[in-house]
């Protein structure tokens, strides 16, 4: 049983209690953040900064959370924070050490599992990063990860363009070319190829 | 009948006993620790200032309305929105806490008009009770006589059972702004000697400790002269961001994300820079 003992709830931040120990959670809500606090944390957070007392009881994690996810949009939906915003300015304005972080993300991470679009949005977005300018190391890395992506991904669609297009069909699928016309299996291949998957969805 | 006494007076009557209690610990020590921590005293003279944790929204609504809120100052603003009293929006929000919070603030002279926050030598505070550190500039005290520091938190150090108020302890704490430095000295004297230098802005001010800073009259952004906050929790934000050009975010991560993206947009229309800790 998990009792909810103070909340900001439009900030989704908690302090719970649970099994004799108050904990403080936020989003969001990993375990690696849930922190043990002791009592008069919360003295503090609700005469000082602005907590509110509460007092309701949850049967586990998933049911507070999504009680502290849903009061956080229903509070900012209220306050009027409905304007999109662009995420973006984030990862420009993002500290040195916090690039580094990414940049390695992408090398280690994203390039290996082919996820191209992804990478080329996040490169073009750290190019225009103020930091990057004055850090022509940092710069020099970012643009030969750029070159990487673009290469692996036109090496990528060029072997896929390939396959569906004009290339020896009888050499390469012997028994398939026994049963359908190399048309027939050209336009199948090309379906593939823009559906991006074999399966039709729900197939 | 008492008379109600005033915070700030009874911090500027302690002037003089603060530094006794400063010069007398100074004749104890070491030449070592000695320099320590006339070095320590220096640096919080020199280099504190006042900071303010906040969450996100309270951070954005500051900077949106201009003006910050203690917690009567919003209980007025819910007033015309409410069916309750005034009291009645305190006692709501603050539950068990009332009666000390009450105690504490209507024991001085205009205790409604009190701000607190934190004596800071670098970095982000009190972080457990909100990511953003919000920093005071030096001119907003030049000249204020309504600023006053006590050792720590004021209700859990000098509120007594049965909420009466530990009148000894806390006259002999309060410092005035311009004996700031001493009080942080006689507070944390072994702690300094014994602290590599690099550990004293933890040490001065953490989730478990501080000096308490109280001080009155009007704060608007244009009194900050940074916001801080820690790069744990710049990372979280920009893992949003990150994920946000992968797969796309949830509603409720989307509208942190968000937030912080206007945090950032207002600060620099402000000219309040972002230090990331």
């Given at each position: 049983m998990l009792k909810l003992v103070a909340a900001a709830l439009e900030d989704g931040w908690a302090f719970v209690e649970t099994e004799g120990e108050l904990l403080l959670v936020r989003p969001p809500y990993r375990q690696s953040m849930t922190r043990q606090v002791p009592q008069t944390a919360l003295q503090t957070a609700v005469s000082t900064y602005g907590f509110e007392v509460r007092a309701e009881t949850f049967d586990d994690w998933a049911a507070l959370i999504e009680f502290l996810r849903a009061r956080l949009i229903e509070s900012r939906e209220a306050a009027g924070q409905t304007q999109p915003q662009d995420s973006r300015e984030i990862l420009r304005r993002a500290p040195r050490s916090l690039l580094l972080k990414y940049l390695d993300r992408i090398e280690q991470e994203l390039l290996p599992r082919r996820e191209w679009q992804a990478v080329s949005n996040i490169l073009g977005v750290l190019l225009e990063s103020p930091g990057l300018h004055q850090d022509p190391q940092l710069h020099q890395r970012v643009v030969r990860l750029l070159a990487?992506?673009?290469?692996?991904?036109?090496?990528?669609?060029?072997?896929?363009?390939?396959?569906?297009?004009?290339?020896?069909?009888?050499?390469?699928?012997?028994?398939?070319?026994?049963?359908?016309?190399?048309?027939?299996?050209?336009?199948?291949?090309?379906?593939?190829?823009?559906?991006g998957q074999v399966l039709r969805i729900c197939a | 009948m008492d008379l109600m006494p005033d915070l700030f007076d009874l911090a500027l009557a302690n002037q003089a006993a603060l530094e006794a209690r400063y010069d007398g610990l100074c004749s104890q020590k070491s030449e070592a620790e000695l320099e320590q921590l006339a070095r320590f005293a220096g640096r919080v003279e020199q280099d504190s200032r006042v900071s303010l944790n906040m969450r996100q929204t309270p951070l954005l609504s500051f900077l949106t309305l201009g003006q910050h809120h203690n917690i009567y100052e919003w209980a007025r603003t819910r007033v015309p929105?409410?069916?309750?009293?005034?009291?009645?929006?305190?006692?709501?929000?603050?539950?068990?806490?009332?009666?000390?919070?009450?105690?504490?603030?209507?024991?001085?002279?205009?205790?409604?008009?009190?701000?607190?926050?934190?004596?800071?030598?670098?970095g982000a505070?009190?972080?457990?009770?909100?990511?953003?550190?919000?920093v005071v500039c030096e001119r907003f005290f030049e000249g204020r006589r309504e600023s006053a520091y006590l050792g720590s938190d004021s209700l859990a150090t000098y509120l007594l059972p049965g909420f009466t108020i530990d009148e000894?302890?806390?006259?002999?704490?309060?410092?005035?702004?311009?004996?700031?430095?001493?009080?942080?000295?006689?507070?944390?004297?072994?702690?300094?000697?014994?602290?590599?230098?690099?550990?004293?802005?933890?040490?001065?001010?953490?989730?478990?400790?501080?000096?308490?800073?109280?001080?009155a009259g009007p704060l608007t952004p244009t009194d900050l002269e940074s916001v801080r906050m820690l790069e744990a929790d710049y990372e979280l934000y920009a893992e949003f961001a990150f994920e946000d050009l992968r797969y796309g975010l949830s509603i409720c991560d989307r509208m942190l994300t968000e937030g912080f993206v206007l945090v950032l947009q207002l600060l620099e229309a402000r000219g309040i820079p972002l230090e990331v800790v």
């Amino acid at each position: 049983m998990l009792k909810l003992v103070a909340a900001a709830l439009e900030d989704g931040w908690a302090f719970v209690e649970t099994e004799g120990e108050l904990l403080l959670v936020r989003p969001p809500y990993r375990q690696s953040m849930t922190r043990q606090v002791p009592q008069t944390a919360l003295q503090t957070a609700v005469s000082t900064y602005g907590f509110e007392v509460r007092a309701e009881t949850f049967d586990d994690w998933a049911a507070l959370i999504e009680f502290l996810r849903a009061r956080l949009i229903e509070s900012r939906e209220a306050a009027g924070q409905t304007q999109p915003q662009d995420s973006r300015e984030i990862l420009r304005r993002a500290p040195r050490s916090l690039l580094l972080k990414y940049l390695d993300r992408i090398e280690q991470e994203l390039l290996p599992r082919r996820e191209w679009q992804a990478v080329s949005n996040i490169l073009g977005v750290l190019l225009e990063s103020p930091g990057l300018h004055q850090d022509p190391q940092l710069h020099q890395r970012v643009v030969r990860l750029l070159a990487r992506c673009n290469q692996e991904m036109a090496g990528y669609h060029g072997d896929r363009a390939a396959l569906a297009g004009d290339l020896d069909l009888v050499r390469r699928f012997p028994r398939a070319t026994q049963r359908n016309e190399p048309a027939e299996i050209t336009t199948y291949a090309r379906g593939i190829w823009e559906r991006g998957q074999v399966l039709r969805i729900c197939a | 009948m008492d008379l109600m006494p005033d915070l700030f007076d009874l911090a500027l009557a302690n002037q003089a006993a603060l530094e006794a209690r400063y010069d007398g610990l100074c004749s104890q020590k070491s030449e070592a620790e000695l320099e320590q921590l006339a070095r320590f005293a220096g640096r919080v003279e020199q280099d504190s200032r006042v900071s303010l944790n906040m969450r996100q929204t309270p951070l954005l609504s500051f900077l949106t309305l201009g003006q910050h809120h203690n917690i009567y100052e919003w209980a007025r603003t819910r007033v015309p929105h409410s069916t309750g009293t005034l009291e009645e929006i305190l006692r709501g929000r603050l539950g068990p806490y009332f009666e000390a919070r009450m105690a504490f603030d209507h024991w001085f002279v205009d205790g409604e008009s009190f701000r607190y926050g934190a004596l800071n030598i670098g970095g982000a505070g009190a972080a457990r009770y909100g990511d953003f550190c919000a920093v005071v500039c030096e001119r907003f005290f030049e000249g204020r006589r309504e600023s006053a520091y006590l050792g720590s938190d004021s209700l859990a150090t000098y509120l007594l059972p049965g909420f009466t108020i530990d009148e000894a302890r806390l006259r002999e704490d309060v410092a005035p702004h311009c004996s700031r430095h001493l009080l942080a000295a006689v507070k944390l004297h072994s702690q300094v000697c014994t602290t590599p230098e690099a550990g004293w802005p933890r040490l001065l001010c953490s989730d478990t400790d501080f000096v308490e800073a109280v001080f009155a009259g009007p704060l608007t952004p244009t009194d900050l002269e940074s916001v801080r906050m820690l790069e744990a929790d710049y990372e979280l934000y920009a893992e949003f961001a990150f994920e946000d050009l992968r797969y796309g975010l949830s509603i409720c991560d989307r509208m942190l994300t968000e937030g912080f993206v206007l945090v950032l947009q207002l600060l620099e229309a402000r000219g309040i820079p972002l230090e990331v800790v």
